[in-house]
């Protein structure tokens, strides 16, 4: 898969959290940031296979967070995202899940992905 294709799904992807998100379902908004950011996340793998389908973003983030080789800052927003909510469904920490999507896609493609995206999903 093209990289400006990869971008246009990842942008896709936030907006459907957006939009999630403003339909009061925080739970779902979280796993579209959640699968947006690990796709993203998938390309530092040194296995890391651009022919391949999309593949498993919960995974991607998982290895991103013990991958010392990367800021304590950027994996503390994969671990994040990658923590399961309590059993009265909260989290153990405040957290904006977008705001943390948003950084690790920012730390992949840089600070102008979403520009980008927005061309390759035009063309």
Known sequence: MRSSELRSIIALEMSEGLASRTRGQEGR????????????????????????????ALEALIWFTGDTRYEREVRGS????????????????EQDPHADA???????FGEDWRMISEEGARK
Do not use: K, M
Request: proline share 4%.
């Open 29 to 56: 908004a979280r796993v579209c940031f959640r699968r947006a950011a690990g796709w993203a996340i998938a390309t530092l793998h040194p296995d890391y296979d651009q022919s391949a389908s999309l593949g498993n």
């Open 78 to 93: 994969a671990r994040r995202l990658t923590t399961r909510i309590t059993s009265d469904h909260t989290l153990p920490f």
């Open 102 to 108: 948003d950084r690790l896609i920012e730390f992949v």
